[in-house]
C-alpha cells in the first residue's frame, strides 16, 4: 500500500501554518498539510503512523517506510484478515491510499532497496548495477 502524498496528510497546527506560510505579490498562502521538504516531515510522518498503527507495528506483522505500508503474513486467510485491520484503521484516519500503487498478495517484492520475500532479504541488483558496473580506480586520489 502507498499512502498518496503522504506528507500533505499530515494536518498542520494553526502555529505551523502560520510559520510555513508563503508571501506573495498575489496575498498569503498557507499550507493546510504538511509540505515535501520541511527539515521533520519525514519524522512527524512516521510519528504520526506510529500513532494510528501501534499494535500492528508491535506485533511485527506491519512494515511502515515513508509512503509504503507492507503487511506480511503467512498465509492467504491471514493476509485478508490483516489487510482488512489496516483498511479499517486507515479509513478511520480519513487517509488516502494510491490505488495506482497498490499490490496485493505478492509473495515478493521491492522494497527499501531489497527484494523481500517469505524466505529471504537480498539486494536488489538493479539498485548495485551501477556502481558494480563502474570501473575499478587506478590511482590513489
Not at 2 to 8: S, V
Not at 43 to 53: A, C, L, P
Not at 56 to 75: A, K
Not at 129 to 139: G, Q, Y
Request: net charge positive; charged share 25%; aromatic share 8%.
Amino acid at each position: 500500500m502507498d499512502a498518496l502524498k503522504g506528507f500533505h496528510q499530515n494536518i498542520l497546527t494553526p502555529r505551523a501554518k502560520k510559520l510555513l506560510r508563503i508571501i506573495t505579490h498575489c496575498g498569503i498562502y498557507e499550507y493546510l498539510g504538511m509540505p515535501f521538504g520541511i527539515k521533520n516531515a519525514p519524522s512527524h510522518y512516521e510519528r504520526m503512523m506510529n500513532k494510528i498503527f501501534p499494535t500492528e507495528l508491535s506485533e511485527g506483522w506491519l512494515i511502515i517506510d515513508i509512503y509504503d505500508i507492507i503487511i506480511c503474513s503467512d498465509s492467504c486467510s491471514l493476509h485478508l484478515e490483516r489487510l482488512a485491520r489496516v483498511i479499517h484503521k486507515v479509513a478511520e484516519v480519513n487517509m488516502k491510499i494510491s490505488l495506482k500503487k497498490f499490490n496485493f498478495a505478492f509473495e515478493e517484492l521491492k522494497a527499501l532497496g531489497h527484494i523481500v520475500s517469505g524466505l529471504s532479504l537480498v539486494t536488489d541488483k538493479d539498485k548495485v548495477a551501477s556502481v558494480l558496473l563502474k570501473p575499478i580506480p587506478h590511482n590513489k586520489k
